[in-house]
Nanobody, 120 residues
Framework: QVQLVESGGGLVQAGGSLKLSCAAS????????MGWYRQAPGNQRELVAQ????????????YIGDRAKGRFTISRDNAWQTIYLQMNSLKPEDTSIYYC?????????WGQGTQVTVSP
């Protein structure tokens, strides 16, 4: 059974930082492309950041969405089967539920989400 469990959300003032974590189980983690998405009320779910599956002798490649570029960093720790989203210089418009996604073996898996609220 595949499980993705997000943590690290909360309330922070504008300009502050949060670090989200997503712990995965039930998949070959190093072979999964992992991503962070977010969805605010009334909005579509959007890709925030993505990190590729780990390939031998190659660095993980990452993608950061335009709205997060320069402020957010995505990373993975295959030993702990966890990905992270370091969010700095947070803005009120970053307020959303943040979801972890795993693309593995032709299927997509989602976590339950963690709320991030940024106050002005």
């Amino acid at each position: 059974q595949v499980q993705l469990v997000e943590s690290g959300g909360g309330l922070v003032q504008a300009g502050g930082s949060l670090k989200l974590s997503c712990a995965a189980s039930g998949i070959i983690f190093s072979g999964a492309t992992m991503g962070w998405y977010r969805q605010a009320p009334g909005n579509q779910r959007e890709l925030v950041a993505q990190i590729s599956a780990t390939l031998d002798s190659m660095l993980d490649s990452t993608y950061i969405g335009d709205r997060a570029k320069g402020r957010f960093t995505i990373s993975r720790d295959n030993a702990w089967q966890t990905i992270y989203l370091q969010m700095n210089s947070l803005k009120p418009e970053d307020t959303s539920i943040y979801y972890c996604k795993a693309d593995w073996s032709g299927r997509a898996y989602w976590g339950q989400g963690t709320q991030v609220t940024v106050s002005p």
